[in-house]
């Protein structure tokens, strides 16, 4: 019998395989995470999340979880607007980078609470219906079992919850596609190297993108797992796109 096998990046691993290598990953790359996010992408992450958050557009009250959270880019500009952020990630030393940011940053007086738990996405320790909103930002393509995660996500949205992911996807336009694959295959694992110490993370991180399904296929994915009133949003012809869902 042969064992199950899931990508990381190009390379077929066994599912614990790959959760190790992701935790890896991350441990080695969050110290220089958020400085690496703006050079990557010339500061256009901020402008894909500040778009992200007005999709989800969080309620001052509203209890949200931020799952893969990381270094707390998304949960920050959530509390800002008044909602109860958890932070959940399965790797400990980004949430140890996101709680540090949290203390030093300068907050609104009408901001919400900021919670950081360590948490694998695919099987959440939280109650079933207890959040208003479910997040995900730049995490799930490298959960091992994304299925189990949209399964736990709809689960701990309470009735009439929103599901709301932001990911790179598969860029459709003619020109830009081309670019984007020099870019990742030659430039990313250099940056990396340059700015990071670390071509291979980012080298999986150019790899990871490309074995991700393509927007309608994660879009199937979120319905099959239950959700209703699915949508994408593609961004820049499908280099990120904001996929969305609801509990009913
Ligand atoms: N959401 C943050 C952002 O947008 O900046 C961080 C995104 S970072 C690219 C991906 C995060 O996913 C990492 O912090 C990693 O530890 C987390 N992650 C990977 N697998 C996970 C899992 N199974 N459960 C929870 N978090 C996971």
Redesign the pocket.
Known sequence: MTEETVSFGYEDVTPQEKTRR?GEV?TSVARKYDIM?DAMSAGMHRLW?DKFVRRVKPQPGEQILD?????G??AFRMADKGADITV????QE?LDVGAERAMEREESERAGSLVFTC????EVSFASNTFDAYTI???IR???FKDR?LKEALRVLKPGGRFYCLEFSTVEWPGLREAYDVYSDKVLPRMGQAIAGDADSYRYLAESIRKFPPMPEFERMIRDAGFANTKVEPILGGLVAIHSGWKI
Do not use: C, L, P, S
Request: charged residues 15%; hydrophobic residues 50%; negative net charge.
């Open positions: 992701v991350f996010n999340k799952m893969a959270g990381g270094t880019d998304i959940a990630d399965i790797n980004m948490q694998n996405a695919e930002a730049f995490g490298n959960v091992t995660a």
